[in-house]
């Protein structure tokens, strides 16, 4: 039964927010979950927008607020959901992004080749799971999609997810950038479900419009913006160098007694219990550690690098339509070699280009459905609208260079 005990936490984007079941406090004061603390939103963005330090648990608690909202609402149109379902659906989304490793998405992929965000997000919850005598089973079913109503895990991932509507809203509050505000109250209520399927009435759809086309400015503004882009990807060419060197044998240098050193000198690709114990103490204050130790290592292109990031003396980076002629960056990167009296092959690290992609509304994922008045369901690319059209599926592609100064 819930408990009478109540906790108002102040948000600085939707005000009050309330906590008042027993295993919400239980999962919001366990240690892997409270590690989110300690996990910036948006990585490097701040060094564009000062504002944008928010962290992992700011997005957490919003998401949770905006599914309370949407629970109620879909509960009033007369939408059964259970006791357990409510509790259960409200601790996954608290949940959803447990598994994020330091500076979130710049770093996927780095630290832990070839492991998501999302798999990391299940192994704690299972972990969580054993801690809370398993009153998350419920909880991980819908995460994971395997249980008997869609419509509660396409509110924690799918095309028009509570966890979107949070972090646009969230990262457009934070940095000031007004293109992302987007209507999320008028989207929740007009939400709906029909054969158990999340839809959208016929009346909000001008709110999705809205929706998708923040989503797209958001991307290209902030999140892919090119100085951004020329921080984040420093930050993975630091730790991409401190591998190479941990190769070369140069270990004795490199270690810095945090959760780092295992995932950069001994981890397999494995998640092993030990893998997982390390990565739920590791944040971002190691990685931010590490850089300031390199920045004095005698490995000229590892100090250049971290010098540089902790400075704000960005690699320059331009962003272009068509790709990069490998000609033009192998001259940059000759000059760059000359320059530091270094090898080519090193000034990879200095000078090198990437491709950036965004789509912003995916038609081989979950879709937005609408349901209109007479009963019938659409997919919102279908939807005689001017703004929604085949192109928005379309994804934009666009190349990248970032080189030393």
């Not at 540089?308 to 760059?336: H, S, T, W």
Request: with cysteine.
């Amino acid at each position: 039964m819930p408990s009478t005990k109540r906790k108002i936490i102040n948000d600085p984007v939707y005000g009050f927010i309330t906590i008042n079941h027993p295993l919400i406090f239980q999962v919001v004061g366990h240690p892997f979950y409270q590690r989110l603390r300690r996990i910036h939103q948006m990585a490097l963005a701040q060094l564009v927008y000062p504002g944008a330090v928010h962290t992992r648990l700011h997005h957490s608690l919003g998401a949770y607020h905006l599914m309370c909202q949407a629970v109620l609402e879909l509960k009033n149109k007369g939408i059964e959901i259970t006791p357990e379902e409510d509790v259960a659906v409200k601790a996954a989304i608290l949940l959803h992004d447990v598994g994020h490793g330091p500076f979130s998405h710049a770093l996927e992929h780095v630290l832990l080749p070839g492991v998501h965000h999302e798999q990391m997000s299940l192994r704690i919850m299972e972990a969580m799971n054993e801690d809370l005598n398993n009153q998350l089973d419920l909880a991980i079913q819908i995460f994971t999609g395997n249980y008997h109503k869609p419509f509660l895990h396409q509110l924690i991932s799918g095309q028009l997810d509570v966890d979107r509507m949070d972090y646009l809203t969230r990262d457009s509050f934070f940095t000031g950038v007004s293109e992302g505000v987007i209507g999320y109250d008028r989207i929740l209520k007009m939400l709906a479900v029909q054969d158990d399927e999340l839809m959208v009435e016929e009346k909000g759809i001008y709110s999705v419009e809205k929706f998708l086309i923040a989503r797209r400015q958001m991307y290209w503004q902030v999140y892919l913006h090119k100085t951004v882009l020329a921080g984040e990807k420093m930050l993975v060419k630091i730790i991409e160098r401190v591998r190479y060197l941990y190769s070369r044998g140069e270990a004795a240098s490199l270690i810095i007694k945090s959760p780092v050193d295992h995932f950069l000198n001994h981890f397999t690709g494995e998640m092993t219990e030990c893998s997982l114990e390390e990565f739920c103490r590791l944040d971002d204050e190691d990685v931010l550690f590490g850089i300031k130790y390199w920045s004095r290592h005698s490995d000229k292109v590892l100090s250049t690098l971290c010098t540089a990031l902790l400075n704000r003396n960005l690699l320059k980076c331009k962003v272009q339509e068509e790709p990069v002629d490998e000609n033009f960056i192998a001259g940059i990167r000759k000059d760059i070699a000359s320059r530091l009296n270094i090898s080519e092959e090193d000034a990879t690290f200095l000078a090198f280009t990437g491709e950036a992609v965004n789509t912003t509304y995916k038609l081989g994922d979950e879709r937005i459905k609408i349901l209109f008045k007479d009963g019938s369901v659409k997919d919102i690319s279908q939807v005689n609208s001017p703004l929604i059209h085949q192109t928005l599926s379309t994804p934009v592609k666009k190349f990248y260079f970032c080189a030393l100064a």
